[in-house]
């Protein structure tokens, strides 16, 4: 079993994480934008509408895991791996499953938290983006809401309203993830299996600060409506040994 030395401390693999909340927030952007955006990892975003692509906001409260308590914010673009074709003309719903079928993965352009250990777990073992940054979490109120704040500037105050019910949840689902870091772009087996799901068009408010981040998330066109909100009350995930593509 491979093992991981962080901060004095070994991390075993595959990285079990028991129980997260997470909330997201998912919006069709220009895909040129997007493309220019993620340029420096050499993948391109996939195309799920012509000329769109699938940009996500997701904040998170990591209640039980290997890399212990923090609370996490992504940004992440829907990528094609290396290779992959482009996906014919379709429905949304048709074309984001001819994706996942492809290998479309989730790229994580960045990845602040608010602890130090996750941080460097997460950069020494998969290159993630992680950097410390000031997440305020309210999740106890019918409204889950982020604030998230780096260097002392407002990136970001997302609020989102769950939507209904999801049946059937609690299967484990796979899906790889894409990191960059020190000009090497890696990909990780991820699986997970999500308890209460909520989701609905629509669904976020969103306020935008002055910090980089923030310019660039205006670039892509936000604010604006979002495609789909969603929030997952109890979340346990699997990540494995991350590899170049």
Not at 212 to 235: F, N, Q
Request: aromatic share 6%; glycine share 10%.
């Amino acid at each position: 079993m491979a093992r991981h030395l962080i901060q004095g401390r070994e991390v075993a693999m595959p990285v079990r994480v028991r129980d997260v909340m997470v909330c997201s927030a998912s919006y069709l952007v220009r895909a040129d934008a997007a493309r220019a955006v993620i340029a420096y990892s050499r993948l391109d975003v996939a195309e799920v509408l012509p000329r769109k692509a699938l940009c996500t906001l997701v904040f998170a409260d990591y209640r039980d895991g290997d890399l212990d308590r923090y609370h996490e914010f992504g940004v992440a673009f829907l990528a094609r791996p290396p290779g992959a074709g482009h996906v014919p003309g379709g429905g949304l719903r048709a074309n984001l499953s001819e994706l996942h079928r492809t290998g479309a993965g989730a790229f994580v352009h960045w990845l602040p938290v608010d602890q130090g250990f996750t941080m460097e777990a997460g950069r020494a073992i998969w290159g993630f983006p992680k950097e410390l940054a000031d997440i305020d979490l309210r999740m106890s109120s019918p409204y889950k809401r982020c604030i998230l704040r780096k260097d002392g500037r407002l990136v970001l105050d997302l609020l989102i309203k769950p939507g209904v019910p999801v049946p059937g949840t609690g299967m484990m689902t796979a899906l790889d993830a894409y990191s960059h870091l020190d000009g090497v772009t890696r990909r990780i087996p991820w699986s997970m299996s999500p308890r209460g799901i909520r989701t609905r068009p629509g669904g976020a408010l969103i306020r935008l600060g002055n910090h980089p981040i923030a310019k660039e998330l205006s670039e892509l066109g936000l604010p604006k409506r979002a495609l789909v909100t969603s929030t997952i009350s109890h979340l346990s995930m699997t990540l494995g040994e991350a590899k170049e593509p």
